[in-house]
């Protein structure tokens, strides 16, 4: 079946990076797009950013220019989002989830599966 | 950015009631907002999109309608597994931003 599966928890130190893995199966990586939603204990959604897994644009939130980097692996059929100089406030459970289909223009209609989160804790 | 207001917060109802939940953007857009449902410790699930489309393998007892800047989300007849949180998201515009959530209680 179509899923994404996502790497395991995380825990790291303020100031330092995590890479967070997103895994396609069941469906062609680069016929759609990747989007990032992270949400924050006990909080709401909040939109990080997208990848063309087909020609690897992408296009972040302002909110995070400059501290994140979403890359693939076609040839894993795999997705990543890195967020550097982390805080305790990135403390948060991060979701991919694929959203809009890549070719031949883009065209978004929601975000129709999602992995099932991996936990960033950001703490000293 | 374009800031979208969920109300009520908190929709405390029954079994069979048929509900309402109101999103408000800060500014006016066309279609394109889409709404979630999530489960406590579980990933959102897509509901509707194109404010009145409603996802494959979704009950038809969940409907979007909605323009301009006021878009609603109406369950018709409320089920057990329906008591959820529901948030909308437009995404005419970035960042495609949330609502804050509304969660959905029994009464």
């Known amino acids: 079946q179509v899923q994404l599966v996502q790497s395991g928890a995380e825990v790291k130190r303020p100031g330092a990076s995590v890479k967070v893995s997103c895994r396609a199966s069941?469906?062609?990586?680069?016929?759609?797009?990747i989007q990032w939603v992270r949400q924050a204990p006990g909080q709401g959604l909040e939109w990080m950013g997208w990848?063309?897994?087909?020609?690897?644009?992408?296009n972040y939130a302002q909110k995070f220019q400059g501290r994140v980097t979403m890359t693939r692996d076609t040839s894993i059929s795999t997705a990543y989002m890195e967020l550097r100089r982390l805080r305790p406030d990135d403390t948060a459970v991060f979701y991919c989830?694929?959203?809009?289909?890549?070719?031949?223009?883009?065209?978004?209609?929601?975000?129709?599966?999602w992995g099932q989160g991996t936990t960033v804790t950001v703490s000293s | 950015d374009i800031q979208m207001t969920q109300s009520p917060s908190t929709l405390s109802a029954s079994v069979g009631d048929r509900v309402t939940i109101t999103c408000r953007a800060s500014?006016?857009?066309?279609?394109?907002l889409a709404w979630y449902q999530q489960k406590p410790g579980k990933a959102p699930k897509l509901l509707i999109y194109?404010?009145?489309s409603l996802e494959s393998g979704v009950p038809s007892r969940f409907s979007g309608s909605g323009s301009g800047t006021d878009f609603t989300l109406t369950i018709s007849s409320l089920q057990p597994d329906d008591f959820a949180t529901y948030y909308c998201?437009?995404?005419?515009?970035?960042?495609?931003?949330f609502g804050q959530g509304t969660k959905l209680e029994i009464k």
């Open positions: 989830c694929r959203g809009g289909i890549a070719t031949p223009v883009y065209y978004y209609y929601g975000m129709d599966v």
């Open positions: 069941g469906y062609t990586l680069t016929d759609y797009y």
């Open positions: 194109k404010t009145s």
């Open positions: 500014q006016s857009f066309s279609s394109w």
């Open positions: 998201q437009q995404y005419y515009s970035y960042p495609y931003t």
């Open positions: 990848i063309n897994p087909n020609s690897g644009e992408t």
